[in-house]
T-cell receptor, first 111, second 116 residues
Framework: EDKVVQSPLSLVVHEGDTVTLNCSYEVTNFRSLLWYKQEKKAPTFLFML????IEKKSGRLSSILDKKELSSILNITATQTGDSAIYLCAGAPSGTYKYIFGTGTRLKVLA | GAVVSQHPSWVICKSGTSVKIECRSLDFQATTMFWYRQFPKQSLMLMATSNEGSKATYEQGVEKDKFLINHASLTLSTLTVTSAHPEDSSFYIC????????????FGPGTRLTVL
């Protein structure tokens, strides 16, 4: 059975800290891995990773995929209170649009 | 990016009533849409795949007679929660992939359903 597991489940840090969120996957016919940020409403897209070892960056956020280890990390540097959210990763198999979502990591950044 | 809307954004209803939630793709056509449910502090759980012009495909454990899905046009899918009960209270989110970037899904803002 396909599954995506994230760790930690929750995390509390102070502003300015750097955090690393983990995602491991077991997805049949894996195509890509996606990261989303969810605040109070629907998830917003962060990254889509298809190739192993290529870092994607957007401001203070970066992510990389390791297909050998079947995992991905999401790094957030110099965290701000606005980064407080649930971070979801999802595995996308090829041949289907269906995503398999992980449990999410709830990040809280304290001022 | 592509825009997906949902209506209503929140609804409170009495137990036993039916509630309809709409999901629209505003600037693209979506032959496929997905319906998710999210309980508090939990991740998104895929309920069903809505297919334009054909029957929806339900995930294991989701009652198709309770969660009626109709995908009547290329821009609209509806989810009807029939005979709602308090345990159906949840956050319902739809999503749709675009033909341009089929790898990426765009999510609607969600509908919070509270059944009293």
């Amino acid at each position: 059975e396909d599954k995506v597991v994230q760790s930690p489940l929750s995390l509390v840090v102070h502003e300015g800290d750097t955090v690393t969120l983990n995602c491991s996957y077991e997805v049949t016919n894996f195509r890509s891995l996606l990261w989303y940020k969810q605040e109070k409403k629907a998830p917003t897209f962060l990254f889509m990773l298809t190739s192993s070892g290529i870092e994607k960056k957007s401001g203070r956020l970066s992510s990389i995929l390791d297909k050998k280890e079947l995992s991905s990390i999401l790094n957030i540097t110099a965290t701000q209170t606005g980064d407080s959210a649930i971070y979801l990763c999802a595995g996308a198999p090829s041949g289907t649009y269906k995503y398999i979502f992980g449990t999410g990591t709830r990040l809280k950044v304290l001022a | 990016g592509a825009v997906v809307s949902q209506h209503p954004s929140w609804v409170i209803c009495k137990s036993g009533t039916s509630v309809k939630i709409e999901c629209r793709s505003l600037d693209f056509q979506a032959t496929t849409m997905f319906w998710y449910r999210q309980f508090p502090k939990q991740s998104l759980m895929l309920m069903a795949t809505s297919n334009e012009g054909s029957k929806a495909t339900y995930e294991q454990g989701v009652e198709k007679d309770k969660f009626l899905i109709n995908h009547a046009s290329l821009t609209l899918s509806t989810l009807t929660v029939t005979s709602a009960h308090p345990e159906d209270s949840s956050f319902y989110i739809c999503s749709a992939p675009t033909s341009v970037s089929y790898n990426e899904q765009f999510f609607g803002p969600g509908t919070r359903l509270t059944v009293l």
